[in-house]
């Protein structure tokens, strides 16, 4: 069996050469999935419409166990999420998906350095929260804070993810990595 990093790094070659072969998108495939579900990876990214992941690693229906949330945060229910798709479903990949000029990320910084504290509702101020320790603030260039803070956020979630899941199930026989796609390029770099 093909690794399934590899399996989705082939995936995005296709996508950014504009070959994408866009597997198991048919009105068959609904139909096989309707009888249950065997995805292969679970994805955290971004809700932001820019990141379709089956669009960007090139799969389709039932291949791809997503969880979005806006910065691509892990919250208590969407790791219930990846415990579920984990231990009942048997997923054994997980890839925590940042991107570039994320908005969230972006939000957090820019509240960060201003001098004038913006009044939030309780729930983007909550969303913000999980997005500050993760802060790597440039004072001179706003681009790079966002950047690095969205890689950061990314490397802090993915090593987080692997302690908690370490707790949660025994014998845990999961990978995870990190990766960042680019909203303009196409493309998505795995981190080491």
Do not use: W
Request: hydrophobic letters at 40%.
């Amino acid at each position: 069996m093909e690794n399934i990093l590899e399996k989705l790094k082939k995936g995005n070659e296709r996508f950014i050469k504009g070959v994408s072969i866009n597997p198991n998108q048919s009105l068959d495939r609904c139909k096989e999935t309707s009888k249950g579900q065997n995805p292969f990876v679970i994805v955290v990214t971004c809700s932001d419409s820019r990141v379709p992941p089956e669009i960007i690693f090139d799969v389709g229906i039932g291949d791809i166990f997503v969880i979005r949330l806006a910065g691509n945060i892990l919250t208590q229910e969407g790791i219930a999420s990846i415990e579920y798709a984990a231990a009942h479903l048997g997923v054994e990949q997980v890839v925590i998906l940042g991107h570039t000029n994320c908005g969230a990320v972006k939000a957090a910084v820019e509240t960060n350095i201003s001098t004038e504290k913006a009044k939030l509702s309780e729930y983007l101020q909550a969303l913000i929260d999980k997005i500050d320790p993760n802060l790597v603030i440039d004072d001179k260039d706003i681009n790079k804070s966002i950047s690095k803070s969205t890689d950061n956020l990314v490397i802090n979630s993915t090593n987080d993810l692997k302690t908690i899941l370490n707790k949660l199930i025994p014998n845990n026989s999961i990978n995870i990595a990190g990766a960042k796609y680019n909203i303009e390029t196409g493309e998505v770099v795995f981190f080491n």
